[in-house]
Structures are given as C-alpha cells and as structure tokens.
C-alpha cells in the first residue's frame, strides 16, 4: 500500500513559479512510475508529467519546457518544478503512482493518488 501526501500549490502571478512535493509512504516508493495530473473546473483530468525509477521521463506537450519533474527515491519524494506558469495553468495537481515499470498518461492506470493542491495562476 502507498500512501502520498502532497505539499506545495498556491496563488502565483503569471510568469511565475511554483515547486509542488509528493511524499510517499511505503516500501517501494523508488521502483513505482510517478505521475502529476491536474483537473480544470469542469474539464477532465489531464496528464502533465511521468517519471520513472530510472529517471525517465515524459511530459504533456503543454508543459514541455516549462515543467521538471523529478524524484528524490532516499526521501520517497516526488516534485513537480514549475515555471513560466500560465493562467491556463491553473487547477488542482494530483500526484499519483502506479504497480509496474511501465510509463502510462491514463489516469485509470494509476492507483494510489495525492489529495490535489490548487495552483492557480492570475494575469
């Protein structure tokens, strides 16, 4: 069972930055994909960002350039670096992890999941 605790979120003026933490409990942290959602109000979650144990990563188009994600495995803790935000940007941001190696953008393939921080960003 994998527990994640989310941190960070907030108000942020365009063209800011914003760091969000994910910290997991539970003894295979470092072998489980991280994924960042965010859903939009009255809009679906959507994908943002993937790593996996290895470092590998992969980014939503959107994003891409603008948002790290990255992992620190001997703190069970995930993060999501985020700069150059948009007011599009804005909405709440999940943290999630998945059993397996494989890297997934379906929010179905995810089954342990952060209680969402809000990030919402003013022009």
Known sequence: QV?????GG????AGGSLRLSCAAEG????????GWFRQAPGKEREFVAVIRWSDTTTYADSVKGRFTISRDNA????FLQMTTLKPE???VYYCAARSGFALSVRADEYEYWGQGTQVTVSS
Do not use: E, R, Y
């Open 3 to 7: 527990q994640l605790v989310q941190s």
């Open 10 to 13: 907030g108000l942020v003026q």
């Open 27 to 34: 003894p295979t942290f470092s072998s489980l994909p991280m």
């Open 75 to 78: 703190k069970n803790t995930a």
């Open 89 to 91: 940007d804005t909405a």
